[in-house]
């Protein structure tokens, strides 16, 4: 089975700071999917990006940046500058296939990372 | 955008009442999932379904059961409302293309306090 682990449980900063959230996930598909979610506090669960496995490439998109090394099975994201809108849970997931054909899927989530930002 | 609608963002029932939760995606996506929420267990899978009528378990069906009568509604059903089904619910859609890289988007949530 498929795991994902998010080893910080919860970070707190200071505005403008720099932060980094740690993903490392366990699979033994050849070909998967990497994605982190932010949930602020409003509870809905916002889409922020997608990987596959053969895409190594860090990432950035403004203050953020993922770093995706397979050599560690880790897909880390940072935050440039933080801001206290960044204040939320952080979830990183896996994509696993359900059944042989590939047809069936599902979403491994690890417990989120809270991050707080203060001002 | 992609906006999944969920009917609402509190609810509370009474132990033993049938419950339905209901969520609306209008994106016309295959893909339909449900989720709850706890704290520190993460998200875990309740139901999903590729296709009207149809429905798959998750890692957690038990105490739960879903209808998908139409293409854009996923409805989820605890047909005897119990404390410990006390939680958030998450719905999500996803549009059928790679499979296991389709990405999911959510609804707002909806918090359900069983009595």
């Known amino acids: 089975a498929q795991k994902v682990t998010q080893a910080q449980t919860e970070i707190s900063v200071v505005e403008k700071e720099d932060v980094t959230l740690d993903c490392v996930y366990e699979t033994r598909d050849t070909t998967y999917y990497l994605f982190w979610y932010k949930q602020p506090p409003s509870g809905e669960l916002v889409f922020l990006i997608r990987?596959?496995?053969?895409?190594?490439q860090n990432e950035i998109s403004g203050r953020y940046s993922w770093n995706f090394q397979k050599s560690t099975s880790s897909f880390n994201f940072t935050i440039t500058a933080s801001q206290v809108v960044d204040s939320a849970v952080y979830f990183c997931?896996?994509?696993?296939?359900?059944?042989?054909?590939?047809?069936?899927?599902?979403?491994?989530f690890g417990k989120g990372t809270l991050l707080t930002v203060n001002p | 955008d992609v906006k999944v609608t969920q009917s609402s963002r509190y609810l509370v029932k009474r132990t033993g009442e049938k419950v339905f939760l209901e969520c609306v995606q209008d994106m016309d996506h295959e893909n339909m999932f449900w989720y709850r929420q706890d704290p520190g267990l993460g998200l875990r899978l309740i139901y999903f379904s590729y296709d009207v009528k149809m429905k798959e378990k998750g890692d957690i069906p038990e105490g739960y059961s879903v209808s998908r009568e139409k293409k854009e509604r996923f409805s989820l059903i605890l047909e005897s409302a119990s404390t410990n089904q006390t939680s958030m619910y998450l719905c999500?859609?996803?549009?059928?293309?790679?499979?296991?890289?389709?990405?999911?988007?959510f609804g707002p949530g909806t918090r359900l306090t069983v009595l």
């Open positions: 990987r596959n496995s053969f895409d190594e």
């Open positions: 997931a896996l994509s696993e296939d359900l059944n042989s054909g590939g047809s069936n899927y599902k979403l491994t």
């Open positions: 999500a859609s996803s549009l059928h293309t790679s499979g296991k890289g389709d990405t999911q988007y």
